[in-house]
């Protein structure tokens, strides 16, 4: 009889999403991430936020990062997310309360960068992972978004050995 083990993706997978610049108090969408053809069981996505040289963060120092996706091939994606890099909450109907909270970076210094925890798409999605998936962040350390801020992620899938 076989065993059932993971079968990783590749690493570092770039999520499309214009960290960098992104102003405080704002919300920024990435590109929707197809599992349309790998069809990953789980995928996992992790962040590296940069503070800048600009000062101390100020004010709630955290970036929330958030997760949305579609059950219609990509038509329609939850909390009115478009599935495009772009800002968020300028389009009617884009309300981050509609998305679901993958977690939160905390930074707390200037001029560092500053990794979370990896985050689970499939378990934000009652453990199925969408076809098409993104995320958003809301920035919330008082200041810009500093060079180097990326997102990426990692897919798995199950395999018998």
Do not use: C
Request: a negative charge; proline letters at 2%.
């Amino acid at each position: 009889m076989a065993d059932i083990k993971t079968k990783y993706g590749t690493s570092d997978q770039a999520i499309t999403i214009t960290l960098t610049g992104q102003a405080d108090d704002t919300n920024r969408e990435s590109t929707a991430v197809s599992n349309a053809t790998d069809l990953f069981l789980e995928v996992l996505v992790q962040l590296k936020i940069h503070t800048g040289n600009v000062g101390a963060p100020s004010g709630e120092k955290n970036v929330l990062v958030y997760a949305y996706g579609t059950a219609d091939g990509g038509t329609s994606y939850s909390g009115a997310a478009t599935g495009t890099d772009a800002a968020y909450g300028a389009v009617a109907g884009q309300l981050i309360d509609n998305l679901i909270l993958l977690g939160t970076i905390t930074v707390d210094a200037q001029n560092e960068t500053f990794e979370s925890d990896v985050f689970s798409i499939a378990s934000a999605f009652g453990g199925v992972v969408p076809e098409n998936w993104g995320i958003v962040t809301r920035n919330q350390i008082g200041q810009s978004l500093g060079p180097g801020s990326a997102a990426f992620y990692q897919g798995h899938k199950a395999q018998s050995v």
